[in-house]
């Protein structure tokens, strides 16, 4: 069936430092894959998405490439603030109207 | 816009006892859904309904029960919690035609001892 893989985290970076958070995928047909974030006591929230292969999301500095070949999805920030601690999620919506959520990765961002 | 709104936000249950998490959306959304998160397993899709009258399971609904009665409502029923029901539930929206863009409730943290 269809599944979405993450890195474990949780991950702790420097203000200003790159970020990468992989994400593969399985799935049949042709899915769209996502990155939602999850700030501290609130739920989950779209950051970016793209529906085809080769498609790049973007949103807040953050970038995604949808790359059929390798089934990854990772997520890239180049210069990372304090304000992006939180946790990312990649999903992916495959046959149906059904939703895969990864298992999350931790970011922590230290001044 | 309120968006989407759950109550309790925190409950405490005895193994056995029922009791329904409440979920509204006021954006006129077709499709909802109830997730639920539990530490290392991200988020996993209980039901979810495409529109009133109409819901269908997902990956995980031994042990839950919904209903779809208008738009904007989408409550969730435990008929006899267990242990195992500890968990943080989700409550998601989205318009049909995106139902990839879900907004999320704030959720509702539930014990059951």
């Known amino acids: 069936g269809d599944s979405v893989t993450q890195m474990e985290g949780p991950v702790t970076l420097s203000e200003e430092a790159f970020l990468t958070i992989n994400c593969t995928y399985t799935?049949?047909?042709?899915?769209?894959l996502f990155w939602y974030v999850q700030y501290p006591g609130e739920g989950l929230q779209l950051l970016l998405k793209?529906?085809?292969?080769?498609d790049k999301g973007s949103n807040k500095g953050f970038e995604a490439t949808y790359r059929k070949e390798t089934t990854s999805f990772h997520l890239e920030k180049g210069s990372v603030q304090v304000s992006d601690s939180a946790v990312y999620f990649c999903a992916l919506s495959g046959t149906g109207n059904q939703f895969y959520f990864g298992t999350g990765t931790s970011l922590t961002v230290i001044p | 816009n309120a968006g989407v709104t759950q109550t309790p936000k925190f409950q405490v249950l005895k193994t056995g006892q029922s009791m329904t998490l409440q979920c509204a959306q006021d954006?006129?959304?077709?499709?909802m859904s109830w997730y639920r998160q539990d530490p290392g397993m991200g988020l996993r899709l209980i039901h979810y309904s495409v529109g009133a009258g109409i819901t269908d399971q997902g990956e995980v609904p031994n042990g839950y029960n919904v209903s779809r009665s208008t738009t904007e409502d989408f409550p969730l029923r435990l008929l006899s919690a267990a242990p195992s029901q500890t968990s943080v539930y989700f409550c998601a929206s989205s318009r049909s035609d995106s139902f990839y863009e879900q907004y999320f409730g704030p959720g509702t943290r539930l014990t059951v001892t």
């Open positions: 793209a529906t085809k292969a080769d």
């Open positions: 954006m006129n959304h077709e499709y």
């Open positions: 799935a049949t047909g042709y899915p769209s």
